[in-house]
Nanobody, 127 residues
């Protein structure tokens, strides 16, 4: 059964860093694209970043470009989101999700693009 498990997150001061991990128990993980989303209470889930399968191409929302880095380690079926220079406005619940990439559509920035979701992890940026 497919499963996506997240780890990382927590409380950090402004300007600090956190790394989120997303481990996916899916067949052919190396054919899967992974995305990260964020969601505040009462608001819609927003796309943050995604990484492709074949060439590992990465894409970022403008608000995090230059501060966040997405990477993947196919040997352990895990994707990471390194978050640097964190700001209070980055406080949210972060979700990772995956789907098996088959077409040329990219980047995958819609919730409906993804099949399997992690449980979410809280990131709080506060002094």
């Amino acid at each position: 059964q497919e499963q996506v498990v997240q780890s990382g997150g927590g409380l950090v001061q402004p300007g600090g860093s956190l790394r989120l991990s997303c481990a996916a128990s899916v067949s052919n993980f190396d054919y899967h694209a992974i995305g990260w989303f964020r969601q505040a209470p009462g608001k819609e889930r927003e796309w943050v970043s995604c990484i492709g399968s074949a060439d590992g191409s990465d894409n970022y929302a403008e608000s995090v470009k230059g501060r966040f880095t997405i990477s993947r380690d196919d040997a352990v079926n895990t994707v990471y989101l390194q978050m640097n220079s964190l700001k209070p406005e980055n406080t949210d619940i972060y979700y990772c999700a995956t789907f098996q990439q088959g077409g040329s559509y990219w980047p995958a920035i819609s919730i409906s693009d993804y099949d399997y979701w992690g449980q979410g992890t809280q990131v709080t940026v506060s002094s």
